[in-house]
């Protein structure tokens, strides 16, 4: 099933390849470019019009007021089709131009990482596309100001807040995608449910020389048990429960003591790996200066639940992610030898105070 966000993406893949040798080819081939607020309000246009429209005034404004980033530096490259003299950029100058925005970019670029850009750019124009019907939608096409004694809204999209999209669980293949390219990788949860499917991106992160934080519940505390009863749901009737926190805690220190086994000296300094003792607020999955958070819920794991994805560690949600993240890494304690864990998670109980 096709959606918003992928239709859009899929005119885009044909504008970066048209746009500047046969736009003439984009006629008719671009109803969801020509949805958007800003061509409907254009007012009636013929169509080669209205092609001339979305390549020289619609797309140019949005790369204008797209948020600062990596990603967003490299989707600029591959719109700009043509140079600051009005020649026109091949397609493979602008894949070099936008994978040296990129850490590590793939040399595969335009299987790899072009798909995902095209996909992050079309989710972007989509919120952008929201905020001009909002303010089309107000007297004299502003938005309204908030009242004085409120804060003001906060919409999914809106860049100020930070909210990038909102994901139906955690997209690991967007993640080991994201992880690919990453300067830093931090991880917040009880435990990491299915470690294995990223444990072959923390060894390729960790050889290239990415740091890697993992943050995780100490496993023998009263809250690990809370945790492993909230997870069994609510009920009335009294049942044996299951422990899934201490072992999953337990089963994730020993594949990170592999692949610290794995990575050489100076990939094994770059992997740091902290245990809390506190209560459990929400679980972070950060990718520099992106990440995916969720909270616990009664009955289901977090990375099962409803993802939210931000971006900006100044903007609103990125400020409360990146802060809870870094309050809970302050009172966390490190192993300084994972392949000791076993031993150091001993110490570990003295130190919170809490019997193994």
């Known amino acids: 099933m096709s959606t918003r966000s992928g239709e859009l993406a899929d005119e885009l893949k044909q504008v970066i390849r048209l746009a500047a040798r046969d736009p003439e080819a984009l006629e008719g081939a671009l109803p969801a470019l020509s949805a958007l607020q800003r061509v409907s309000a254009a007012g009636v246009l013929d169509e080669p019009s ?19 980033g990596r990603d967003c530096r490299a989707i600029r490259e591959l719109l700009t089709w043509e140079d600051g003299d009005g020649e026109p950029q091949s397609l493979t100058t602008r894949y ?34 929201h905020e001009d019907r909002l303010a089309a939608a107000t007297p004299g096409g502003t938005a309204l100001p908030p009242a004085p004694a409120a804060a003001p809204p906060v919409a999914d999209g809106d860049t100020l807040a930070g909210i990038v999209q909102v994901h139906r669980n955690l997209d690991y293949h967007l993640l080991v995608d994201l992880m690919a390219e990453a ?25 290239r020389g990415t740091y890697v934080s993992i943050l995780m519940l100490y496993p023998d505390s009263q809250i690990a048990q809370l945790r492993s009863q909230a997870l069994q749901g609510a009920t009335t009737q009294a049942r044996p429960r299951e422990d899934r926190v201490r072992p999953g805690v337990r089963h994730c220190l020993e594949v990170l003591a592999a692949i610290a086994r794995t990575v050489d000296d100076d990939g094994r300094r ?21 990440a995916f958070f969720s909270v616990f819920l009664h009955g289901q794991l977090a990375v099962k639940s409803p993802q939210i994805e931000v971006e900006g560690q100044d903007s609103l949600m990125g400020r409360l992610v990146f802060r809870e993240l870094e309050t809970l890494w302050e009172t966390g304690q490190e ?14 109980g003295r130190r919170f105070g809490a019997a193994s």
Not at 336 to 346: A, R, S
């Open 270 to 290: 770059h992997l740091r790996v902290r245990l809390y003792h506190s209560l459990p607020s929400i679980s972070v999955y950060g990718v520099d200066d992106r």
């Open 50 to 68: 209205r092609v001339h429209f979305i390549l020289h005034r619609l797309i140019p404004e949005y790369l204008d007021r797209l948020p600062a």
């Open 335 to 348: 192993f300084e030898d994972l392949e000791q864990w076993e031993t150091e998670l001993e110490e570990m």
């Open 96 to 129: 070099h131009k936008a994978a040296a925005h990129l850490v590590n970019a793939a040399s595969d670029f335009g299987r790899r990482q072009e798909p995902r850009l095209l996909a992050e750019c079309a989710r972007r124009f989509i919120a952008l596309d």
């Open 183 to 207: 300067e830093e990788i931090v991880i917040l949860n009880t435990w990491i449910p299915e470690l294995n499917i990223l444990d072959d991106a923390l060894v390729d992160a960790l050889a």
